[in-house]
């Protein structure tokens, strides 16, 4: 099964909150206002929507073998 890869840029982030209603299990909202990746259960379609939905293209997913 691919791996994958998931980041964020914690600079361009606005904090909008899109990503965590995606995506609630890889996704919260942190103390300072921006998205936090929790990699618990890292369900790869849910974060590529997050990724899609994300308005400032924060969220990378990529596979990595
Ligand atoms: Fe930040 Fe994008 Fe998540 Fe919005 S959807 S909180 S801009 S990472």
């Not at 914690?10 to 995606?22: E, L, M, P």
């Not at 998205?35 to 969220?59: G, H, L, M, R, Y």
């Amino acid at each position: 099964m691919a791996k994958y890869r998931v980041d964020i840029d914690k600079d361009t982030c606005i904090g909008c909150g899109v990503c965590a209603s995606i995506c609630p299990e890889n996704w919260k909202m942190d103390d300072d206002g921006k998205a936090n990746f929790i990699s618990k259960e890292s369900d790869v379609d849910c974060n590529k929507d997050a990724a899609e939905n994300c308005p400032t293209t924060s969220i990378k997913v990529e596979e990595v073998g």
